[in-house]
């Protein structure tokens, strides 16, 4: 098992580019000039990730209304994400990074206690990047349910 990386607000968000749902590449890059709403998930249509994901989802107007831009990223591939997305409707991106590298790179994927156990998993997280590419925001081990209340919170959106 490797080290895992652990971001701090400051840092530079590491760079990444990977197919959206569409098959269409996405960088971190195109989004320079807007804040972003970077957040890991373990795997479409579960429980837990579409609770996340729905909740994104409802908050995306005004998190665009505050010129803040929401992708989501997980191991699936861009078939299932396409899945994903069209079954709730999500209209943000879902990024496909299947050989973990963007996962490993922001430290969301590494050793997690899961009911007792120690293993080798995705951790579930969420970051905010400035309109200069730097982390904002690190959230690490972070709960589905809740969690973008706090997200919103973190971003002056909600008081």
Request: charged share 25%.
């Amino acid at each position: 098992m490797s080290e895992r990386v652990i971001l701090e607000p400051g840092q530079p968000a590491p760079e990444f580019s990977l197919q959206d749902q569409d098959g269409a590449t996405r960088s971190l890059s195109e989004y320079r000039g807007e804040r972003v709403v970077l957040f890991f998930y373990p795997a479409a249509m579960t429980p837990g990730c579409t609770k996340q994901a729905c909740d994104f989802r409802d908050s995306e107007a005004a998190l665009q209304a505050a010129g803040v831009r929401v992708l989501g990223i997980s191991r699936d591939k861009v078939e299932k994400q396409r899945k994903f997305a069209d079954r709730d409707e999500l209209g943000y991106p879902l990024l496909s990074d299947p050989e973990l590298d963007v996962h490993r790179a922001y430290g969301a994927f590494g050793t997690k206690n899961s009911y007792g156990r120690i293993i080798e998993g995705v951790i579930r997280s969420t970051f905010v990047i400035d309109a200069h590419g730097n982390i904002e925001h690190a959230l690490y081990n972070v709960k589905a349910t809740g969690h973008v209340a706090r997200v919103r919170k973190l971003l002056g959106l909600d008081a």
